[in-house]
């Protein structure tokens, strides 16, 4: 059974910074393209930030700049460091490890607000 394990969500002032962390168990991490989403109330989920098993990245037009995604394979983690934080931010933010069998964490609150 793979599970992910989201933290590291919270309330932040906007232009302030969070870093959040996936968690996986299971044999597949190292493997798997791993993939951050986020869903706003109201709003439909839409993808983040990705890094394949390689180390390559890709970031949606929103967060570039601002997001960095990056992965500890020994750890079996997966980070989004978000920085300049804007109230638009404002999601629950979900992990992903895409492979033949995809997984989905249970999501971390972001909170951008004065």
């Known amino acids: 059974q793979v599970q992910l394990v989201e933290s590291g969500g919270g309330l932040v002032q906007p232009g302030g910074s969070l870093r959040l962390s996936c968690a996986a168990s299971g044999s597949i991490f190292r493997r798997s393209t791993m993939v951050w989403y986020r869903q706003a109330p109201g709003k439909q989920r839409e993808l983040v930030a990705s890094i394949t098993s390689g180390g390559n990245t890709d970031y949606a037009d929103f967060v570039k700049g601002r997001f960095t995604i990056s992965r500890d394979n020994a750890k079996n983690t997966v980070y989004l460091q978000m920085n300049s934080l804007k109230p638009e931010d404002t999601a629950v933010y979900y992990c992903?490890?895409?492979?033949?069998?995809?997984?989905w964490g249970q999501g971390t609150q972001v909170t951008v607000s004065p």
């Open positions: 992903k490890a895409e492979g033949r069998i995809s997984y």
